[in-house]
């Protein structure tokens, strides 16, 4: 690794310093063990410039790794009550999903729907108006029974438990390049209201297509009469893939903003899939998602180290091309123009006299203080092309 005294770029986080880290859409408390700069040859990836290896706090030491720069912040007030924002906005999704895994099997992942993310029902529960009934029956119950039925239940429950904490982990790292994807994706729909224009120029099924067709040509040039069982597991893995995003996108991949555009768009179009209207920024949301949902199927060691291999395989070809799939403007993002300056280049979307009417950041600002619009002579020509 390049040595941090002979670097020219300035590292802004010291080793040892306690600080909040980006894992996915939210912030975790983190140590940094190493600070170092990188130069072009000191990662496979190619990723230069400041690095930090980090432990999150209250993690397993499997969970420590390298992130860059950018996703790093100083451990102070204004960051954590915006890591409390992004919990509190994340987590209204998950409450409703934490079991949706359980519909999911790699037999079978059809039989999740779309419309529901209600989870299925478990040994134990018991429904709210049945809890009355069910006390009043434990109360005529002799004694003996009674604690013999609940040491039962506790013997089922830490059986269960013990399975499930005794599968395979199965892990999918994202590409760090994808990581900042995935985080520029979030804070777009979240915090600026930008959504996708639907449907996407490259949509998942071209991507998977695409995918397919490359290891297609790549075994088609390197093998000889005898054909290779790598054509129908990469085929394999690619329709599964398709499977899980077609089955889980309505369920546990939409941010609450995009709702009504789910809705809209399955009518307007009732003869796709939605691998079929739906692009890489969606894409990535599912393998973030993948492990937790893998996690219940039944799998040995070699089919799940097998399953890991295909699938980091695909996100380094997501990585490959990611100048095609991912969003290259704002503009083509949610297509919105300034109602003031008429500007598409903006970095962030403010609200207008009406909620059909958005400002950009420098129009909103200024309507925010003044309460009235930026005039003419204060705007950037160079602002109002499209970016």
Known sequence: MADTETSDQKLNFEQNELVLCFHGPL????????AENWGPEDSESGDIGPHYYVHYKGWKKTWDEWVPEERVVKHNEANLMRQKQLKDTYSSKKKKTVRIGHKLSVEDPTKSNDNSASPPSHQGDVDIE??????SQEDQLPKENYE??????KINDEEEEEEFMNRLEIKIPLPESLKVKLIDDWENVTRNNALLK????????????EYLESKHNLIASTATNQKSDKDDIHSEVVQGIKIYFDKTLGNILLYADERQQYVNIRKQYLDKENSEIYGAEHLLRLFVELPRLLAHTTMDQAATETLEEHLVDFLKFIQKNED????????ERHGW???NCKTSNTPGWRAGETSDKKLCNACGLYFSKYKSHRPEHLWNNLRNKPA
């Open 27 to 34: 912030l975790y408390e983190a140590k940094i063990l190493k």
């Open 130 to 135: 049945d809890k009355d009934e069910a006390e």
């Open 148 to 153: 013999r039925g609940k040491k039962r239940k």
């Open 198 to 209: 639907l449907p996407r120029k490259y949509t998942v099924a071209d991507i998977l297509n």
């Open 324 to 331: 095609r799939y991912f969003a290259e403007t704002e503009y």
């Open 337 to 339: 123009v300034c109602a």
